[in-house]
Every structure is written in structure tokens, then in C-alpha cells.
């Protein structure tokens, strides 16, 4: 992503980075996730190029 065109680059990634932590754990009510931090609680998806092709999901692994 391109962000040098922006006023504020660093403003703009901070928060992209917590609309995909902090902000959807929020939205979804878990409180306990979206955090990064040592010991938290994570959920990652795996892509391949631009599409997802599986994730770790509440520890369980999902394949696409």
C-alpha cells in the first residue's frame, strides 16, 4: 500500500492496524482479544497472494 500521497502516513497505518486488532475484537465483543502483546490471545489468517486460503481461529484451524 501506498500510503506517501497522505498528509498523516503514520496516522493513517495506526489506524488500519487497529480497525484489524483492538477495533474488531471490540465490534465482535471479545474483550479478551486484539491485543498484540506477549501472552494475548491471537487469530491469524494465512493468504496467498490476495486471497485468504485459511485461518487459526479461536484455535482451530480452518482451511479454504
Request: hydrophobic content about 45%; overall charge neutral.
Amino acid at each position: 500500500m501506498d500510503l506517501s500521497g497522505l498528509k498523516d502516513p503514520e496516522a493513517v497505518a495506526r489506524e488500519v492496524l487497529w480497525a484489524h486488532t483492538l477495533g474488531a475484537s471490540l465490534a465482535a465483543g471479545w474483550a479478551d482479544y486484539g491485543r498484540i502483546a506477549p501472552g494475548a490471545r491471537a487469530d491469524l489468517t494465512l493468504w496467498e497472494g490476495k486471497r485468504p486460503v485459511g485461518r487459526v481461529y479461536r484455535g482451530n484451524l480452518e482451511i479454504f
